[in-house]
């Protein structure tokens, strides 16, 4: 198993333009998530999906857009990129515990470090 | 997100040392992690505990969950060069989300 993987790994956009992030997972994870990471702040969760199909905000949404139309893939898109989303970019996944909620033991990618100029 | 703070920010470790880093918060959670970063990589699941006063050990390392549930401790025993990365601690209060600490960033000392 790949685990989770995203793509690409590293990418240079200019202000205004546009680009999709792609975080796939082989592990049959109902849960996906996409966070943000800054220096000396820690994670900070973008949005999630608890479904195929479904997606909600997380802590910091504004300029971001989501979509999981397959189980195994959740994207993230920029539709006019700013230098403040200059970031690491990590997607994560869970699988559904046997309560039927989350086990909250979050499986995360390598990252795509984004640059904005 | 809940504030997770996390202490020390920074520290170096000796080879063979013993080495221990904490967590706080104002609110109580239900569920504390700990995940280790190395560089360019994505963090990685090191303990999960779910219980307040639950005290777990993943071979070298042992993670406690506070009575208070506003608290935990990663203790890494014996240090060896491979330690060295960021460890996060991370807190779940209800739903999908976790709220992540700020990082400690262990280095070897020269």
């Known amino acids: 198993n790949a685990g989770v993987t995203q793509t690409p790994k590293f990418r240079v956009l200019k202000t205004g333009q546009s680009m999709t992030l792609l975080c796939a997972q082989d592990?049959?994870?109902?849960?996906m998530y996409w966070y943000r990471q800054d220096p000396g702040m820690g994670l900070r969760l973008i949005h999630y999906?608890?479904?195929?199909?479904?997606?909600a905000k997380g802590e910091v949404p504004d300029g971001y857009n989501v979509s999981r139309l397959k189980k195994q893939n959740f994207l993230l898109g920029l539709e006019s990129a700013a230098p403040s989303q200059t970031s690491v970019y990590f997607c994560?996944?869970?699988?559904?515990?046997?309560?039927?909620?989350?086990?909250?033991?979050?499986?995360f990618g390598p990252g795509t470090r984004l640059t904005v100029t | 997100g809940q504030q997770l703070n996390q202490s020390p920010q920074s520290m170096f470790i000796q080879e063979g040392e013993d080495v221990s880093m904490n967590c706080t918060s104002s609110?109580?959670?239900?569920?504390w992690l700990w995940y280790k970063q190395d560089p360019g990589e994505g963090p990685v699941l090191l303990i999960a505990?779910?219980?307040?006063?639950e005290l777990t050990s993943n071979g070298r390392l042992t993670a406690q969950f506070g009575i208070t549930r506003k608290d935990s401790f990663l203790n890494i025993s014996a240090s060896i060069p491979s330690d060295v990365g960021i460890y996060f601690c991370?807190?779940?209060?209800?739903?999908?989300?976790?709220?992540f600490g700020a990082g400690t960033t262990v280095t070897v000392r020269a």
């Open positions: 994560a996944s869970s699988y559904l515990g046997l309560a039927g909620g989350p086990t909250y033991e979050q499986y």
């Open positions: 592990m049959n994870h109902e849960y």
């Open positions: 999906s608890v479904g195929e199909g479904t997606t």
């Open positions: 609110s109580i959670f239900n569920t």
């Open positions: 505990l779910y219980k307040a006063g």
């Open positions: 991370a807190g779940q209060l209800h739903d999908y989300k976790l709220s």
